[in-house]
């Protein structure tokens, strides 16, 4: 058997003993963690492979992604799985322009406030809520434009931080829901609120200290 294994041009050979099949849903489980960063395994076929990973194959999974510099987290309260970037030395890091930082900043507030009033499990939001709340957070500069939201958000969705739904007789964009994953406090974590807010006045404009002084 184990000659067969490392002719198996699909399979690694330190992964030898991994029964034929468990081997297909592991890949599922890999293609998943390294291409959109989260397993979500709370519906449908994604709950098997979550089992799967947790109970059998967690240790297997965290030494396949360190070399990566990334980090296995298992959330059970939320069911998901999710390769997290060790951000100082890793080169899978997602890249998102300004638009979507500031989207994704607006989010994690929202999502943190959400989870800090103990009021709800799921943090649903409308995307006018997203946008009001743009406003406030970053009221010192032009937010990005409502028509372009729903393609950022389309983005933030394909890295599994949010899903997002229409509901019965929307008319119009502002009205689409979006429901915030835990997984997106873990890909920017702050400490805390002021850490938080340390991150959004980088992208306020510096008040200069000349002009800022009364004569």
């Not at 003993?17 to 293609?31: G, M, N, T």
């Not at 989010?107 to 009021?119: K, N, T, V």
Request: with cysteine; proline share 5%.
């Amino acid at each position: 058997m184990s000659s067969q294994n490392s002719l198996d041009p699909l399979w690694p050979r330190f992964w030898s003993d991994v029964p034929e099949s468990d081997r297909a849903p592991l890949r599922e489980v890999l293609a998943e963690l390294l291409g959109r960063g989260v397993l979500l395994g709370d519906e449908g076929s994604g709950r098997d492979l979550f089992l799967l990973a947790r109970d059998h194959y967690r240790s297997h999974l965290e030494d396949y992604l360190a070399p990566l510099a990334l980090e296995l987290i298992v959330d059970d309260e939320n069911s998901l799985l999710q390769a997290r970037p060790r951000t100082e030395s890793c080169l899978l890091l997602a890249r998102f322009d300004k638009d979507e930082t500031l989207v994704l900043l607006a989010l994690w507030r929202l999502f943190d406030d959400e989870r800090s009033s103990g009021l709800q499990q799921a943090v649903i939001i409308t995307v006018d809520q997203l946008w009001a709340a743009l406003k406030v957070y970053f009221d010192k500069i032009e937010p990005p434009e409502k028509s372009h939201i729903e393609s950022i958000l389309a983005r933030i969705k394909r890295h599994r931080l949010i899903r997002t739904a229409k509901p019965d007789g929307m008319t119009q964009l502002g009205e689409m829901q979006i429901e915030i994953l835990a997984s997106l406090a873990r890909i920017i974590p702050f400490d805390d609120i002021s850490a938080w807010q340390s991150k959004v006045d980088q992208f306020q404009p510096q008040i200069n200290a000349e002009e800022d002084t009364e004569v």
